[in-house]
Nanobody, 121 residues
Framework: QVQLVESGGGLVQAGGTLRLSCAASGSIYRIDTMEWYRQAPGKQRELVAGITSGGSTNYADFVKGRFTISRDNAKKSVCLQMNSLKPEDTAVYYC???????????????WGQGTQVTVST
């Protein structure tokens, strides 16, 4: 069984920082792209940032210059450093990964359970 477990969410004032972490566990042969998404109340889930196994990154325009995604392939983990947080960043943040399980012949997209980030004014 494969699991993605997020941590690091919480309540922070506008302008503050948070660091989200996500660790993958289970019978994993390879992890390709790892991503962070978010979903605010009443809104659709949206991509925040992604990173390939080789370290190439992409960011949504609304977080460019404020958030940084990084990963540790050996630890099967991905982090999201969030600086200069705004109230509109309030959402549940989800970790996601495209990975190949041991013995499997194709990649599967997995989701974490989500972690709440609340930014107060």
């Amino acid at each position: 069984q494969v699991q993605l477990v997020e941590s690091g969410g919480g309540l922070v004032q506008a302008g503050g920082t948070l660091r989200l972490s996500c660790a993958a566990s289970g019978s994993i042969y390879r992890i390709d792209t790892m991503e962070w998404y978010r979903q605010a109340p009443g809104k659709q889930r949206e991509l925040v940032a992604g990173i390939t196994s080789g370290g190439s990154t992409n960011y949504a325009d609304f977080v460019k210059g404020r958030f940084t995604i990084s990963r540790d392939n050996a630890k099967k983990s991905v982090c999201l450093q969030m600086n200069s947080l705004k109230p509109e960043d309030t959402a549940v943040y989800y970790c996601a990964a495209d990975l190949l399980r041991v013995g499997a012949g194709y990649l599967v997209h997995y989701w974490g359970q989500g972690t709440q980030v609340t930014v107060s004014t």
